[in-house]
């Protein structure tokens, strides 16, 4: 209770959520007039917060509480309820409960001013329809139960029968007693009291002492029916109004106490109050002196913080100097690729140069030409190409002799041909050959003289490696 009559530091949602339960609390103890007021505030917290779930809850268990003295309020209080969810929709077994509540307050607003059922039977048959469409089988058992009531407060009560039986047949162990007290009920309307008394003991109240009392109110009515007393039914019927009355009046006295053991728990709350002020007294104290050793530990990190920042410098210091020996070995690394430009460029002179000489022979001057015409080398010839290749190409074929001792003269002159960059074409005009027998001599001198079976390495790349 206290959560909701003292100012709260929390948000209003939380707020009304809270102020919603402690109604709850008090409604449970049978504090009418405590639960009415806490669900007034919840209304108004939660309208404030737009928390709109539970203001229509709040509504819908005021309209409960007011039920029994005030219908009219309460179908009020009901159609409110509606309008909020139908607004802010949110949970349709909570739209089914509604509706079922606002079509019995308006049943028994009917029922105590003669007035039309009309509005109660579309609010109830409207409730029996969403939970028929969504297999809401309990929810089916009480708008069943309810349309019973409507029916035998019509003095229907025939309808009122098949509206119970259908209810028993989908009725939890919670809500079958309901089912069965309308089912009763109507077979008492029409006089069947062998079936009445049968229904009436198929309720078990259990610990519901106000059901046990309707039960055995019933059946001390259906005794003194079947013996006709007539006067006797009527007396019993006061003595129960007046045990109806006094059980009221308990309940106030319940109230009463709830009430006062409530303003018991807040004088111990304030006491509580006082003891935890006394306790942060006592905190505050530790806190400063906290505080005091927390300054004596920030000195100490301080003068850490400083001897830690010299170890940094100098530990800077030294990447600096290791920086500097990187710089200095990237310089030789660029000094020395410059070298190698340079070395590679020297090659590519002395491959000119050499290119050049050969360029310049007679013998390859005879090769060179264009045309498709027949080209003749005599020994001499021979021998001129292949003393300037060996001048200029570091005796590259003198090894190759050396290292092949068994080639033949023509594969020797094969390889000369090919060093020398002569095209297929004219190699089979100085061998009297086709292009194709050339690649053929070429593959076979690559494979059998020199021992390579890989397609991709020429014999080109071969000679260019000796």
């Not at 709260?8 to 008090?26: F, G, H, N, R, S």
């Not at 006061?238 to 009430?259: G, H, M, P, S, W």
């Not at 991709?456 to 260019?464: K, P, V």
């Amino acid at each position: 209770m206290v959560a909701c009559s003292q100012q709260q530091k929390e948000p209003d949602i939380q707020t009304a959520v809270q102020c919603l339960e402690k109604a709850e609390a008090a409604l449970a103890n049978d504090s009418i007039r405590l639960g009415e007021t806490l669900l007034r505030k919840t209304i108004r917290l939660a309208e404030a917060s737009e928390d709109w779930h539970t203001d229509y809850i709040a509504y819908q268990r005021l309209a409960e509480a007011l039920s029994q003295s005030n219908p009219e309020e309460a179908l009020r209080l009901m159609k409110k309820a509606l309008s909020i969810y139908e607004q802010h929709p949110d949970d349709e077994q909570n739209y089914v409960n509604l509706l079922d509540y606002a079509g019995t307050y308006a049943a028994q607003t009917a029922y105590n001013t003669e007035g039309s059922f009309d509005d109660a039977l579309d609010f109830i048959n409207k409730a029996y329809d969403i939970a028929e469409k969504n297999q809401m089988t309990d929810l089916m058992c009480q708008t069943l139960t309810s349309l019973a009531n409507i029916a035998w407060a019509k003095e229907d009560y025939r309808q009122a029968i098949d509206y119970a039986h259908q209810a028993k047949s989908v009725a939890t162990a919670e809500l079958k007693p309901g089912a069965l007290q309308v089912l009763a009920r109507s077979y008492l309307s029409l006089s069947m009291l062998d079936s009445a008394e049968t229904v009436y003991r198929q309720i078990e109240p259990g610990d519901d002492v106000h059901l046990a009392y309707i039960v055995q109110s019933n059946l001390a009515k259906i005794a003194l029916r079947r013996m006709g007393a007539k006067q006797v039914e009527d007396d019993i019927d006061d003595a129960f109004e007046q045990i109806e009355d006094f059980y009221y009046k308990a309940l106030e006295q319940k109230d009463q106490y709830y009430q006062e053991t409530l303003r018991q728990e807040t004088e111990n709350q304030q006491l509580e109050y006082r003891s935890q002020l006394y306790a942060r007294t006592l905190l505050i104290v530790i806190v400063a002196a906290v505080i005091i050793l927390l300054a004596v530990v920030l000195a100490l990190r301080y003068r850490i913080r400083m001897l830690r920042q010299q170890r940094e410098f100098e530990q800077s210091k030294l990447e600096n100097e290791l920086l500097m020996q990187e710089q200095e070995k990237q310089r030789l690394q660029q000094e020395a690729a410059h070298q190698k430009t340079l070395l590679h460029q020297a090659n590519e002179v002395v491959a000119f140069l050499q290119n050049f000489i050969l360029e310049r022979t007679e013998v390859l001057k005879k090769l060179n030409k264009s045309d498709d015409s027949l080209i003749t080398l005599n020994p001499h010839e021979w021998s001129e190409i292949e003393r300037t290749l060996n001048a200029i190409d570091n005796n590259r074929f003198a090894h190759i002799r050396e290292q092949y001792p068994n080639m033949q003269e023509d594969d020797i002159r094969l390889c000369i041909l090919t060093r020398l960059g002569l095209s297929n074409r004219t190699i089979g005009n100085i061998y009297c050959i086709t292009i194709s027998a050339v690649q053929h001599r070429k593959l076979k001198l690559k494979k059998d003289v020199f021992g390579e079976s890989n397609p991709d390495i020429t014999l080109e790349q071969i000679l260019n490696s000796k």
